[in-house]
């Protein structure tokens, strides 16, 4: 049985979310749920929670959404003061319940649970080392190679073991690891995918990937783990454990789409962000329009930022189906044909007649874009002009986000002129590089750029032997260019 398809969407899927809590006066495999339903934009292929009650370690981890995975049994099953979770959305390893994790290493005293949120680019390298010394996999994670690798580490405590894992580990994590009775956080050196630090009740802390699973659960935020750093949190209350790598490189996507809009980074609620993103495509990519719409949820925050600046009325001409989740019921030909129509309904009365601008986060494939361009002009819009919050995306992650292969990216095949008229928008303007820094308000050497420039934090030489080996010519892409032409200039587009 087949799930009901829809076209990839033209935004990255983020990876994963993870949590992890010690709290012997909480409910924590209660208090893990409600962490992961709010980190559930971060994954949706699977689920799970272990938790440790000083004697051994339970696990429960399916396929599914959280609200599909766990029910009132499971969670009293699982007993303990101590707990990690996570939501998974593979990109290294297929999607199957074996990948599912948290995974379980080790066996007795010895055995450890991990969550991770990244992806490994000498994997397969350190999977082979292993191998060699014995130590079997189940899964086809890069996770199984980091908990591994801890295990092999030729030291006494736990902390060691992780250190010494950390300095051979290359590429993008932050990880919550599980003992019978004590937590561990970790984040890569380089600080690509983020981390917090809270606190809950009397005594207890919290660690997730985003500040936003903070709230749901009453907990207060505390700090950002910092890049390079290992927490370890048992009764002796936190131990911080770090060396400064130097260099930072978060995702830039965290600001521009994965991370929810009310979390915070870098001192800095994304919302704003995000509405400052708007701002400056308004500067840089000015149209005549009458409306200003932003395809919900992603670019909500940056229409309202464009409007704003602009003047431009700001309008919801799209309606989002927000219950499209998961489903096993298998469609017909004839519904599986919608397509996008399925996600959005837009507002004929608001739309039709009008100039209307669209907002939206990012194109990567350029598969959903000319669909909803299509949707609004059907409704009636008079001309559609497509601003973009990220610059064009030439490049693939290697880092734990489904970017696509250099093949699939759009702006790695064609021109801004040439997108342009695929999508079908009167006029495309992309936020430049530059404005996306003043936009976040931080410096750019804070921030992981790769998917727009190329520059990648850390070698990733293999994987560009791989792409070499699809003979694709790096394309003219530009950040920032707008591509306007008059009717006349460009062939009608049969709707």
């Known amino acids: 049985m087949t799930g009901l398809k829809i076209p990839r969407s033209d935004s990255p899927r983020e990876e994963c979310g993870v949590f992890g809590i010690y709290a012997p006066a909480e409910d924590v495999s209660r208090i893990s749920f409600f962490a992961l339903f709010a980190l559930q934009h971060r994954g949706q292929e699977s689920s799970g929670i272990a938790t440790a009650d000083g004697r051994i370690i339970h696990h429960y981890a399916r396929m599914g959404l959280v609200s599909q995975v766990f029910s009132e049994h499971a969670l009293n099953s699982l007993k303990g003061h101590t707990a990690i979770g996570h939501n998974r959305y593979s990109t290294a390893g297929s999607s199957c319940s074996n990948n599912a994790q948290p995974l379980i290493v080790g066996e007795g005293d010895n055995q450890i649970a991990l969550a991770h949120n990244g992806n490994i680019t000498n994997a397969e390298e350190l999977r082979r080392e292993l191998d060699a010394l014995g130590y079997h996999f189940r899964t086809s994670t890069d996770s199984e190679v980091i908990a591994n690798l801890i295990m092999s580490a030729p030291f006494s405590t736990l902390t060691e073991r992780i250190r010494h894992a950390m300095g051979r580990l290359r590429g993008a994590y932050s990880a919550t690891l599980l003992t019978k009775d004590t937590l561990y956080a970790m984040r890569d050196p380089l600080g690509v995918r983020p981390l917090c630090l809270g606190t809950i009740g009397h005594g207890g802390w919290v660690v997730a990937s985003e500040t936003c699973a903070l709230g749901h659960i009453g907990a207060e935020f505390v700090r950002e783990i910092e890049p390079g750093e290992i927490?370890?949190?048992?009764?002796?209350?936190?131990?911080?454990?770090?060396?400064?790598?130097?260099?930072?490189?978060?995702?830039?996507?965290?600001?521009?789409?994965?991370?929810?809009?009310?979390?915070?980074?870098?001192?800095?609620?994304?919302?704003?962000?995000?509405?400052?993103?708007?701002?400056?495509?308004?500067?840089?990519?000015?149209?005549?329009?009458?409306?200003?719409?932003?395809?919900?949820?992603?670019?909500?925050?940056?229409?309202?930022?464009?409007?704003?600046?602009?003047?431009?009325?700001?309008?919801?001409?799209?309606?989002?189906?927000?219950?499209?989740?998961?489903?096993?019921?298998?469609?017909?030909?004839?519904?599986?044909?919608?397509?996008?129509?399925?996600?959005?309904?837009?507002?004929?009365?608001?739309?039709?007649?009008?100039?209307?601008?669209?907002?939206d986060d990012s194109i990567v494939r350029g598969t959903t874009t000319p669909q909803v361009i299509k949707l609004l002009k059907r409704a009636g819009a008079k001309e559609v002009h497509m601003r973009v919050c990220a610059p064009p995306i030439c490049h693939p992650c290697f880092f734990g986000v489904d970017m696509a292969t250099r093949r699939e990216l759009i702006a790695a095949r064609m021109s801004v002129p040439e997108i342009k008229d695929y999508i079908g928008a009167d006029s495309?303007?992309?936020?430049?590089?530059?404005?996306?820094?003043?936009?976040?308000?931080?410096?750019?050497?804070?921030?992981?750029?790769?998917?727009?420039?190329?520059?990648?934090?850390?070698?990733?030489?293999?994987?560009?032997?791989?792409?070499?080996?699809?003979?694709?010519?790096?394309?003219?892409?530009?950040p920032g260019i707008t591509a306007e032409f008059d009717a006349e200039e460009v062939p009608a587009v049969n709707y």
């Open 231 to 359: 927490i370890r949190i048992d009764a002796n209350g936190v131990e911080s454990y770090k060396e400064d790598s130097g260099r930072r490189a978060l995702c830039i996507f965290e600001y521009i789409y994965f991370a929810r809009p009310d979390s915070i980074m870098n001192n800095r609620l994304l919302y704003s962000a995000r509405q400052a993103m708007g701002a400056e495509l308004s500067r840089e990519h000015p149209v005549e329009a009458d409306l200003v719409v932003g395809v919900p949820d992603s670019a909500t925050a940056a229409g309202a930022g464009y409007a704003l600046a602009s003047g431009i009325p700001p309008a919801e001409g799209l309606i989002k189906n927000r219950y499209m989740g998961r489903t096993f019921i298998e469609p017909t030909q004839r519904i599986r044909d919608l397509g996008v129509k399925l996600k959005f309904n837009p507002l004929q009365s608001v739309l039709e007649g009008k100039r209307v601008v669209l907002v």
């Open 428 to 478: 495309l303007g992309y936020l430049s590089v530059e404005g996306l820094i003043r936009a976040v308000g931080a410096p750019r050497d804070n921030f992981c750029l790769a998917c727009f420039t190329g520059d990648y934090p850390v070698p990733v030489q293999l994987e560009m032997d791989k792409l070499a080996l699809e003979g694709l010519a790096t394309n003219n892409c530009e």
